[in-house]
């Protein structure tokens, strides 16, 4: 998957930023460049896979039968347990709440979620795991399921 002119603009401008924001940590020519390298190139990377993980869902849901096209029970339903997993992740600890947002509503990966919340990426993987362990005990099985399906394939 290639990146338009626009989305490499925005990465270099925020590497820029990235950059400015550090300036007292470079003492030499080189060490900013190799900075700026390897940042946008990360930065291009994982932009890569965001974009593959939106193509993806949007694959999926193209390839599974419309919502609209259920009957009205089953949507009820389909937005009931949505809802209820939504609200048992609101009863979540503070930290743990923000990072199942990041992951499950915001459909963000570990390491981008840890860039957001300025975690780091075994935090991250730790307050997941917790909310895991927590929302099992707050859902029943079949709404732990449904949560479960989210995180794996969406």
């Not at 603009?9 to 300036?23: A, N, T």
């Not at 291009?44 to 259920?70: G, H, M, P």
């Amino acid at each position: 998957m290639n990146l338009d002119k626009g989305t490499i603009e925005e990465i270099v401008q925020d590497v820029f930023l990235k950059l400015w924001e550090r300036r007292i940590d470079f003492d030499h020519v080189e060490s900013i460049r190799g900075f700026l390298y390897t940042s946008c190139r990360n930065a291009a990377l994982n932009r890569i896979q965001q974009e593959n993980r939106i193509q993806q869902k949007t694959n999926f849901y193209t390839s599974q039968v419309d919502l609209v096209d259920l009957p009205i029970s089953h949507q009820m339903i389909y937005m009931e347990t949505l809802r209820t997993i939504h609200d048992a992740i609101d009863t979540l600890p503070e930290q743990c709440k923000q990072v199942m947002r990041k992951l499950i509503v915001e459909d963000l990966s570990p390491q981008e979620a840890a860039i957001s919340l300025g975690l780091t990426t075994s935090t991250i993987y730790n307050q997941k795991k917790r909310g895991i362990e927590l929302l099992k005990l707050r859902l029943k099985p079949d709404q732990f399921f449904c949560l479960l399906l989210l995180l794996l394939y969406f």
